[in-house]
């Protein structure tokens, strides 16, 4: 397959256009656990659609310590056209909920670091509203 061929397969799919909008959105790398409690999809479904991103040269992914950090691969002149117009197009209603849930998530993050991993929703909840408390 050629490169614009699965550039334009990844952006076919609802689930990677939002992994895509919350990279756009937040400046620093995510790791999957974040991205799965943002979207609320299963971690196997997160972890596919970031894959076939990679593999389209959209996003890449840097180990730090146990976690992999995922993050818009920014290097090449047509992927930073394509975000521009992504970013554009994306700024929708459509991905603000996905948004929100990001931005509660990345909370938990300690020295810009995710420490929480993977945790069922109810905990995860009860974290946020945890240290919402803390910060207030």
Request: some cysteine; charged content about 30%.
């Amino acid at each position: 397959m050629k490169p614009e061929s699965s550039i334009f397969k990844a952006l076919s799919d609802e689930t990677r256009l939002r992994i895509l909008h919350l990279f756009l959105v937040n400046k620093d790398p995510l790791c999957v656990c974040e991205i799965v409690d943002a979207l609320r999809v299963p971690q196997y479904q997160a972890s596919k659609h970031l894959l076939i991103l990679k593999n389209a040269g959209l996003v890449d992914v840097k180990k730090r310590g146990t976690w992999a950090y995922h993050s818009l691969t920014t290097n090449e002149s047509k992927n930073i056209l394509l975000f521009s117009f992504l970013k554009s197009f994306l700024g929708s209603d459509s991905f603000e909920e996905d948004k929100r849930n990001l931005e509660s998530r990345l909370l938990l993050r300690e020295e810009g670091k995710c420490v929480v991993g993977f945790v069922p929703i109810s905990t995860l909840t009860r974290l946020i509203k945890t240290k919402r408390r803390q910060t207030v």
